[in-house]
C-alpha cells in the first residue's frame, strides 16, 4: 500500500516571502499521480497543483511550483510571494494510475502560517 | 453553480439514529468519491462510485453505505450512528478514471457530523 509522509505539521512564513513544505511517498508503481490541496478554516479542499510521474518537468501554477524527485520519492510544494490568503492547510497527495477509481492516499497535512 | 455541492453542512445527531448525506455534482463526471476527515484532520478515503458501480470499500463498516441514483448523485447513508462516526464526510469527483486531468479530483465542501 502506498503511504504519504508530511514531516512538518507547521510551518511559519513571513509574508511576501518564500516557503517550502515537504512531502515524500512510497510506492512500488512507476506510474501515478501526485497533488497538493489545500484546505483553508472554510474547509473547502482546493486543488493547487498536479504532477503526472511520467513527466520530468516540474509543474507550475503561478506562484505555485512543485520539486518533484521521482528516484528519491518526493514532491515538495514551493510558494512563493506568500501571501495572508495562503494560510491553510496543505494536503500531499497520491493516487494509482491504474484504470480503476482509486481515491486518494492523503498525507498529514502542513499547516502553513503566515505572519503579515 | 458549484461543482460539487453537498447537503447538509452540518448535522447533529443522536447516537443510534440513521442519516444520510446527500452529493451532487455537475460537471458531468463519471467517478465520485466518500472521504472521512477525522479530528486530526486525516483523510482517508471510503468510497468510490463509477458508472453506477462500487469500485472501493475501504474497510469502512457495513454501516455506511453509499446510494448513487444516477451519474451526478453519490449519497451516503448511516446506520445507528456512534460516537466515532463524528467527522467531516467529504464529496468529490473526477471525469474519468485514467489521465492526468482525467483524475483530478474536486471537492465538496464538506459536511461536519456531530453524534452525541
Known amino acids: 500500500a502506498q503511504t504519504v509522509t508530511q514531516s512538518q505539521p507547521e510551518m511559519s512564513v513571513q509574508e511576501a516571502e518564500t516557503v517550502t513544505l515537504s512531502c515524500t511517498y512510497d510506492?512500488?508503481?512507476?506510474?501515478?499521480?501526485l497533488f497538493w490541496y489545500k484546505q483553508p478554516p472554510s474547509r473547502q479542499m482546493i486543488l493547487v497543483i498536479r504532477?503526472?510521474?511520467?513527466?520530468?518537468q516540474n509543474a507550475t501554477e503561478n506562484r505555485f511550483s512543485v520539486n518533484f524527485q521521482k528516484a528519491a520519492k518526493s514532491f515538495s510544494l514551493k510558494i512563493s510571494d506568500s501571501q495572508l490568503g495562503d494560510a491553510a492547510m496543505y494536503f500531499c497527495?497520491?493516487?494509482?494510475?491504474?484504470?480503476?477509481?482509486?481515491?486518494?492516499?492523503f498525507g498529514k497535512g502542513t499547516h502553513l502560517i503566515i505572519q503579515p | 453553480d458549484t461543482a460539487v455541492s453537498q447537503t447538509p453542512k452540518y448535522l447533529v445527531t443522536q447516537m443510534g439514529n440513521d442519516k444520510s448525506i446527500k452529493c451532487e455534482q455537475n460537471?458531468?463526471?463519471?467517478?465520485m468519491y466518500w472521504y472521512k476527515q477525522d479530528s486530526k484532520k486525516f483523510l482517508k478515503i471510503m468510497f468510490s462510485?463509477?458508472?453506477?458501480?462500487?469500485?472501493i470499500n475501504e474497510t469502512v463498516p457495513n454501516r455506511f453505505s453509499p446510494k448513487s441514483p444516477d451519474k451526478a448523485h453519490l449519497n451516503l447513508h448511516i446506520n445507528s450512528l456512534e460516537l466515532g462516526d463524528s467527522a467531516v464526510y467529504f464529496c468529490?469527483?473526477?471525469?474519468?478514471?485514467?489521465?492526468?486531468?482525467?483524475?483530478?479530483?474536486?471537492f465538496g465542501p464538506g459536511t461536519r457530523l456531530l453524534v452525541l
Open positions: 468529490a469527483s473526477s471525469r474519468g478514471t485514467s489521465g492526468g486531468n482525467r483524475v483530478t479530483q474536486y
Open positions: 510506492t512500488s508503481e512507476s506510474d501515478y499521480y
Open positions: 504532477q503526472e510521474a511520467y513527466k520530468q
Open positions: 497527495a497520491y493516487r494509482s494510475s491504474g484504470g480503476g477509481a482509486d481515491g486518494l492516499t
Open positions: 460537471l458531468g463526471h463519471d467517478t
Open positions: 462510485y463509477n458508472n453506477k458501480e462500487l469500485i
